[in-house]
């Protein structure tokens, strides 16, 4: 069973501070690394992939990914009340397998004021 | 450029009766799938299409089916509704199967009474 963990959250922050989000996978293989924000109510809208060990930048989020840990994290800085959204992780298996992403139940995410 | 663009947006059933939803992928792209979202979850696979065939089938039963058309538009089809069906349909398009990202649509939301 090939599972992608997130905690549920809620993840509270203060506006302005940095937002960690974590992903573990099970799937050692697994080969491409997604992150969605969802607004209740709305659907999955892609903020980053990453495919490479190491960190990816783009404006004020950070993807990072540990494929001997086997996780996989996103950081938002300088944290916003619009950012206030659920987060999904996605994650999917190796070349040569079904190709079809896993995703978490996603990290609930509350930026105040 | 238009997104992934789904109908209905909001549909109401009873049980026992039949639903269709309907999916058009991003121009370009050859992948569709199909997700279902309960609240509090993230999404659940259910079917991935890719060139008109079918590349992959989630833990759902029988009385949920699929096609890709031609110009890679794609219908999901629900028979004998049951209560437990009632969710947020997600359609999603990829440029290809393997390590591209999913393109959700705005997804719809089906309610069986």
């Known amino acids: 069973q090939k599972e992608v963990e997130q905690n549920s959250g809620p993840l509270s922050v203060p506006e302005g501070a940095i937002a960690s989000l974590n992903c573990t996978y099970s799937d050692r293989g697994s080969q491409s690394f997604f992150w969605y924000r969802q607004y209740s109510g709305k659907s999955p809208e892609l903020i980053m992939f990453i495919y490479s060990n190491g960190d990816k930048e783009d404006g004020r989020f950070t993807a990072q990914l540990n494929k001997a840990s086997q996780y996989v994290s996103l950081l938002i800085r300088d944290s916003q009340p619009s950012d206030s959204a659920t987060y999904l992780c996605?994650?999917?298996?190796?070349?040569?397998?079904?190709?079809?992403?896993?995703f978490g139940r996603g990290t609930s995410l509350i930026v105040h004021p | 450029d238009a997104g992934v663009t789904q109908s209905p947006t909001h549909l109401i059933k009873t049980r026992g009766q039949h639903v269709t939803l309907r999916c058009s992928p991003i121009?370009?792209?050859?992948?569709v799938s199909w997700y279902q979202q309960v609240l509090g979850q993230g999404p659940q696979f259910i079917f991935q299409y890719y060139e008109k065939e079918e590349r992959g089938r989630g833990n759902f039963p029988d009385r949920f089916s699929a096609r890709q058309f031609p110009n890679y538009s794609s219908e999901l089809n629900v028979n004998a509704l049951l209560l437990g069906d009632s969710a947020l349909y997600l359609c999603a398009s990829s440029v290809d199967r393997a390590g591209s990202p999913l393109h959700f649509g705005n997804g719809t939301r089906l309610t069986v009474t």
């Open positions: 121009s370009g792209h050859k992948s």
């Open positions: 996605a994650v999917k298996p190796p070349s040569g397998g079904s190709y079809i992403p896993t």
